[in-house]
């Protein structure tokens, strides 16, 4: 049905795949391969066709409607409770410390593209699905900083013989991060007072 309506709507506006192609930043051969349903069109590509037509991206679903609502994405590291997940963090040295960081930066990339296709389906900031998602996404960037925060820290110790602090709790990290932050705040707010 997406690549149907995807050829109505280039049909209807004159123009040929390689127009298309070209006003949208994508390739002919990805237009055709929607068109004749021998691919399915991911949602930063229909966001592009949508933006190069002129239309909303529900325009490429059969009922004129919007695109189906995604399925929730599986984030167990992000579900697990405080204590676990901070149990899990304390575990690691500087190999698995990275290993878990690259798990979390995967459910983090899920969560934002499952957010972008929440929105792309209409639904709205009242609604508790984009509510719940928008928590998750907020914890997975708590655990993803911390985690990397970690890593880096036991690789510079390992690497380089240095002795940071390194810590156990992600609100250990995320603490001293949003303490930094704020410094810095004040301190670009006090620099434009005297530049002004």
Do not use: C, W
């Amino acid at each position: 049905m997406v690549g149907d309506n995807l050829r109505r709507l280039r049909k209807e506006r004159g123009l040929k795949q390689d127009e298309l192609a070209k006003a949208a930043r994508s390739s002919q051969q990805t237009i055709s391969e929607i068109e004749n349903g021998h691919r399915g069109a991911r949602t930063g590509t229909l966001e592009k066709l949508a933006g190069a037509l002129g239309v909303p991206v529900g325009a490429f679903f059969a009922d004129g409607g919007k695109p189906p609502v995604p399925p929730r994405p599986r984030t167990p590291l992000t579900d697990e409770p405080h204590a676990a997940f901070d149990e899990r963090f304390a575990a690691t040295d500087a190999a698995s410390a990275d290993a878990l960081r690259k798990r979390v930066d995967v459910e983090f990339g899920a969560l934002q593209e499952y957010i972008r296709r929440l929105k792309a389906a209409g639904i709205g900031g009242d609604d508790l699905r984009l509510k719940q998602a928008q928590r998750r996404l907020g914890e997975a960037k708590r655990r993803l900083h911390a985690v990397t925060s970690r890593a880096t820290d036991l690789a510079l110790n390992a690497e380089f013989g240095r002795a940071r602090e390194v810590h156990d709790t992600v609100a250990a990290y995320v603490g001293a991060a949003q303490e930094v932050a704020e410094m810095l705040a004040a301190e670009n707010t006090e620099a434009r007072a005297g530049v002004i």
